[in-house]
């Protein structure tokens, strides 16, 4: 039986367009998954891959429990998702760090509303810590990390309160080139030492391809899954240095692209009828208000 | 956070007795000089003498409040002002602020006109209005000190709530965090430092409304002080009541600023 299914899903966001976009009625609906449709097997790395804007971040959301699908039903084990819960640990693009804890601290945060005791707390932070590689950097605060080690404190937070699921939104986006490539072969490390099951959001095919047992495809706006690929690579051979130029490598890439291509150029398409700010949301994140500047009289 | 802070950033830890001079020479030399001028131009005639006495008469003056008492009571009558007054809007203007920054957010945009309009009233203006009100007693200027520092307090507070990250939001949620935890973990953490900023305007807001206050209408205080000294062209004394004002306001800001440091130090030191 598949861990997660997720059965024509549909969510749509209604958003007030600005006063150069607007129709007549103000405001506009746009569909960011229609007749979605995907099953996720226990213990899988699946990787859903898709153009900008075309709801991965929406469903990944959906997941989590943030936000509820308006049609359909996603359900783990064979039970709807109600809400957050603490079998599933959230990964996001931004760090997310609590920029007052200390590393440590950060990693034990889930753990407090699990009401583990303090020692217990600790011992698992720290167990979690050295598991993503950062150990001895259990005092420092995030402004004392680089992005990648930030990033590794986010993934040992949300393994940390030992979901089966990691839900991963393009944790590695904002990452330089080389940092990402290590944390990618850390990522697969730490998978096979934890067996969980991963859904990683992400829009980069050579991401996909190094990561992913399956990979699912996204149409455009609205989105659904065009077509799920097999990645023929075994894990073990994913720590092959040659990897990446070894022909199952190439021809998955190939066909990854040639099936996004198309995808991306409707989604631009689909872009110029809009607003940016439709596309930003598009991808599922919470729409960003102009941020008011913070009253800091007295500050240099 | 202030740039006089900056200096002993990123320094060796060991004792650098030579760079530790260095910086107190660097960071007293102009209050050094201007005290020199303001001895000297006095004293070889530049200015009377009689409307503007050297510091060294100031000082001596001062020494003579304290050993008599009357500084003492009256800097003491202040600060008992400053405390009820600043003390109840800190009680007041937090809590009001968490409330509307976080789980009033409608109610907030309602209000905020009006509070901008409030909060620009000219506070000097209104006392009148708080001594009618309330009487010429001490409560009407606990009640205007209240009045003029709740401002700062509340719309940083607000401000603070509402710039908090809404991704930390998210990660708060994804945990299973109830309303209150997410607070007390959160959104409280979050905001803090735009909150001190607030508190620290606050505290120096009650200062100048104080002083004002205790101007305007009382027979106590430092204020009081300064206003009657002059009246009785007791000049010498008027500017002790000045220098000690002055004095206390740079004491309360230090010690805002190392509270703030304290409860913040997980924020990154920037060198201007």
Redesign the interface.
């Given at each position: 039986m598949a861990k997660i299914e997720a059965l024509n899903v549909r969510k749509t966001f209604r958003i007030r367009s600005n006063r150069t976009n607007r129709n007549a009625a103000g405001n506009c609906d746009f569909v960011a998954l229609d007749g979605f449709s995907l099953s996720i097997n226990k213990g899988e790395f699946l990787v859903i891959l898709g153009p900008s804007g075309c709801g991965k971040s929406t469903f990944l959301d959906m997941l989590a429990g943030l936000t509820k699908p308006d049609e359909g039903e996603i359900t783990i084990d064979g039970k709807p998702i109600a809400g957050p819960g603490l079998d599933r640990g959230v990964v996001f693009q931004q760090y997310a760090l609590f920029a007052w804890r200390t590393a440590l601290s950060n990693v034990s945060f889930g753990l407090e509303a699990k009401k583990i005791e303090k020692k217990a707390r600790a011992d698992l932070a720290k167990k979690y810590l050295s598991l993503v590689g950062l150990s001895g950097f259990e005092d420092r605060y995030p402004f004392e990390l680089s992005g990648g080690m930030k990033q590794r404190v986010a993934i040992a937070r949300a393994l940390a309160i030992e979901p089966e699921v990691l839900l991963m939104d393009e944790p590695f986006a904002a990452l330089d080139a080389q940092t990402r490539e290590i944390l990618q072969t850390d990522l697969l490390r730490i998978r096979d030492q934890t067996q969980k099951t991963v859904v990683f959001v992400t829009h980069s095919i050579e991401e996909a391809v190094f990561l992913a047992d399956r990979v699912a495809v996204m149409t455009a706006r609205p989105g659904v899954v065009k077509k799920i690929v097999e990645v023929p690579i075994s894990r073990e051979a994913r720590y092959s240095d040659d990897v990446k130029v070894s022909p199952e490598f190439t021809k998955t890439r190939h066909e990854l692209m040639a099936l996004l291509k198309e995808e991306v150029v409707k989604s631009q398409e689909i872009c110029s009828k809009c607003t940016i700010e439709d596309c930003g949301l598009g991808s599922g994140r919470t729409p960003v208000a102009p941020l008011p500047v913070p009253v800091s009289l007295g500050s240099k | 956070?202030?740039?006089s802070n900056s200096t002993n950033v990123n320094k060796p830890a060991s004792f650098d007795v030579l760079g530790l001079l260095k910086t107190i020479i660097h960071k007293s030399a102009a209050i050094v000089i201007f005290l020199i001028i303001w001895q000297l131009a006095p004293t070889i005639g530049l200015v009377n003498a009689i409307f503007i006495p050297p510091p060294s008469v100031v000082f001596i003056e001062m020494v003579k409040l304290t050993l008599s008492g009357e500084l003492i009571t009256q800097t003491l009558a202040s600060l008992s002002r400053v405390i009820f007054g600043f003390g109840l809007a800190l009680l007041v203007a937090l809590p009001l602020g968490f409330l509307l920054g976080g789980w009033f957010k409608n109610f907030e945009t309602a209000v905020d006109p009006l509070l901008q309009v409030l909060g620009q009233a000219n506070p000097f203006t209104l006392f009148p209005v708080f001594m009618a009100l309330l009487g010429i007693g001490e409560i009407s200027k606990i009640a205007i000190i209240y009045w003029v520092c709740q401002w700062?307090v509340l719309?940083?507070t607000v401000?603070?709530i509402?710039?908090v990250?809404?991704?930390?939001i998210?990660?708060a949620?994804?945990?299973?965090?109830s309303k209150l935890?997410l607070f007390w973990?959160?959104l409280l953490?979050?905001s803090?430092?735009?909150v001190l900023?607030?508190i620290?305007?606050g505290a120096?807001f009650s200062f100048f409304m104080l002083i004002g206050a205790e101007m305007i209408g009382a027979s106590s205080g430092l204020g009081f002080m300064i206003i009657e000294a002059e009246g009785t062209f007791q000049i010498s004394k008027m500017y002790a009541g000045i220098v000690t004002v002055a004095l206390l306001g740079i004491i309360v800001n230090m010690i805002m600023i190392q509270f703030e440091k304290r409860v913040?130090?997980?924020?990154?030191d920037i060198n201007?």
């Open positions: - | 956070m202030e740039a700062p719309f940083n401000t603070g509402r710039n990250d809404p991704i930390l998210k990660v949620r994804t945990a299973g965090l935890q973990k959160v953490p979050a803090l430092p735009t900023t607030g620290r305007m120096a913040t130090r997980w924020k990154e201007l």
